[in-house]
């Protein structure tokens, strides 16, 4: 079992849909996650960290889920601009492995 | 001036050449890292600095030599690489090593190609 594993898309869906994506991990003691975003030929940026409590921040929502060790990323109201790869980091042992990321396309 | 800066954006080099990559950083972090990315993998750790000490070598070939003369800037320096080694090669820095504290902030990143 890979580290840390992303579906690679593309999900493509139309402006104003609800989107969501998900990111496994292998590592029961990981105690850190985040979300970056990706636009092409760029770096990544951090989005928002994941705390167990859930986190929102405007129409992005992160979530993690312990038990089934996984972490979320719902985009509501979906904009053209959130067309992006967006990567999940988790800590492994005091070292952040990334996933490889989910192509999100949003079309008019 | 930006968080992180990254010279060069683009290196072409022969297998023979040496060249280096700078890393400058101003959020007075005291982390800084060497990524690889390459297409359709994910981000690959290469190098971690702490307060200037190497605490992490991912078991990276010895082509690739790290620099790190103090907390703001980091370099990699290329050597006899192998065009398997083209990649966008990212530079990051966070206010510490680990847990929470490792939100990483990168620069926009030197995209290799290896002729």
């Known amino acids: 079992r890979k580290e840390v594993e992303q579906d690679p898309g593309p999900f493509n869906v139309p402006e104003g849909a609800t989107v969501a994506f998900n990111c496994t991990y292998s590592?029961?003691?990981?105690?850190?996650f985040f979300w970056y975003r990706q636009d092409c030929r760029k770096e990544p940026k951090l989005l928002m960290s994941?705390?167990?409590s859930g986190n929102e921040d405007g129409r992005f929502t992160a979530q993690l889920n312990r038990a089934s060790q996984y972490i979320s990323l719902l985009i509501r109201d979906s904009k053209l601009s959130d067309s992006a790869t967006y990567l999940c980091?988790?800590?492994?042992?005091?070292?952040?492995?990334f996933g490889t990321g989910t192509r999100l396309q949003v079309f008019p | 001036e930006t968080g992180v800066t990254q010279t060069p954006r683009h290196l072409v080099m022969g297998m023979t050449n040496k060249k280096s990559l700078k890393c400058e950083q101003h959020?007075?972090?005291?982390?800084m890292y060497w990524y690889k990315q390459s297409a359709k993998k994910p981000l690959e750790l290469m190098f971690v600095?702490?307060?200037?000490?190497?605490?992490e070598n991912n078991s990276v070939p010895s082509r690739f030599s790290p620099e790190c003369p103090n907390s703001s800037h980091l370099f990699l320096h290329l050597h006899t690489l192998q065009p398997e080694d083209s990649a966008l090669y990212l530079c990051?820095?966070?206010?510490?090593?680990?847990?929470?504290?490792?939100?990483?902030?990168f620069g926009s990143g030197t995209q290799l190609s290896v002729l």
């Open positions: 980091a988790v800590d492994n042992t005091d070292k952040l492995i």
């Open positions: 590592n029961s003691a990981s105690q850190s």
């Open positions: 994941v705390y167990s």
């Open positions: 990051a820095s966070s206010q510490d090593r680990g847990g929470a504290s490792e939100k990483l902030f």
């Open positions: 959020l007075g972090h005291n982390a």
């Open positions: 600095y702490s307060l200037e000490e190497r605490v």
